[in-house]
């Protein structure tokens, strides 16, 4: 199987606060709009989010739960200050992970977590874990 784009949708009654959310504070580019379905690109990648009403016409009442998008950056302080100074909530503070990301958490307007984080070294335990799978 050959993937050539990703797309994660989130089920929601707030589906213009979340296309204004990501939009606004992370560059996606609108892609598709109805109004059961909104469709956003991510900027210079072949990854989208989408966001669907719970419920249409037909069809069983949905709003998932657990979901965490993740967003990989080059400059996480940068992001972290930035979106800080904009007062967007601020779920979990910068911090530096044990398993080699450091990375910050706020809540989209559906409820979503959006971890946004930057790949950096992981401690000598975690990197033997890594390493254990590479065998």
């Known amino acids: 199987m050959e993937i050539k784009r990703f797309d994660t949708t989130i089920s929601t009654d707030k589906m213009v606060e979340c296309k204004e959310f990501y939009m606004k504070y992370f560059g996606f580019q609108l892609v598709y709009e109805s109004d059961w379905y909104i469709e956003l690109l991510a900027p210079g990648m072949s990854a989208g989010i989408s966001f669907s009403k719970p419920q249409r016409d037909v069809g069983d009442f949905f709003h998932g739960s657990g979901i965490i998008v993740s967003l990989e950056v080059a ?3 940068g992001e972290y200050r930035r979106l800080k100074a904009a007062e967007v909530e601020i ?3 910068l911090q530096d992970k044990p398993w080699g990301e450091r990375s ?3 809540n989209d307007p559906s409820g979503v977590h959006v971890y946004v984080y930057k790949s950096i070294p992981p401690t000598l335990e975690y990197q033997a874990v890594y ?5």
């Open 91 to 93: 779920y979990q503070d």
């Open 75 to 77: 400059d996480v302080d």
């Open 131 to 135: 390493e254990s799978f590479k065998k």
């Open 104 to 106: 910050f958490v706020i």
